[in-house]
């Protein structure tokens, strides 16, 4: 019987650390670390379906690629990208969102990056000469 019961606390303990280890090395932890640390990071799957997450200064984007042909090949060719909490873009600067796109198209360099409100009317209104 004690054979029994340490068996079934042996194999408890290693259901728990398989656990923490899986918790620590989730994609999604990394992601939420690096936005309030306010790093760049870029979480991507090779799979076009789904959706990149993207996390700079403190702001979450999401971005959903679109596949194309290029050159004979299929390749994503739009990425359009939104941002989850409008009230994290204090602060932010043209700059800023340039270099997103920098990055981006280090990953994907026949994309087009498409921003979503109000970010794409921030961008072209900059864009636009001043009388």
């Known amino acids: 019987m004690i054979w029994l019961l ?3 606390l042996l194999s ?3 259901f728990m650390f398989y656990r923490l280890v899986k918790y620590f090395f989730t994609p999604q932890r990394k992601l939420e670390s690096a ?3 306010k790093k760049f990071l870029l979480l991507d799957y090779d799979e ?3 959706n990149l997450h993207l996390t700079y200064n403190g702001c ?3 971005g959903e690629k ?3 042909s290029v050159q004979n090949k299929t390749e994503v060719v739009s990425i359009s990208l939104r941002l ?3 009230t994290a873009l204090k602060g932010m600067s043209m700059e800023d969102f340039y270099y997103i796109e920098k990055k981006i198209l280090e990953k994907y360099p ?3 990056i498409n921003w979503q409100s109000p970010i794409g009317e921030f961008l072209n209104q900059q864009k636009k000469p001043h009388k």
């Open 12 to 14: 408890f303990l290693l």
């Open 110 to 112: 026949a994309a087009s």
């Open 84 to 86: 989850e909490n409008i």
């Open 48 to 50: 076009v379906i789904k």
């Open 60 to 62: 979450l984007f999401t």
């Open 35 to 37: 936005r309030k640390h």
């Open 6 to 8: 340490r068996l079934v």
């Open 66 to 68: 679109y596949l194309g």
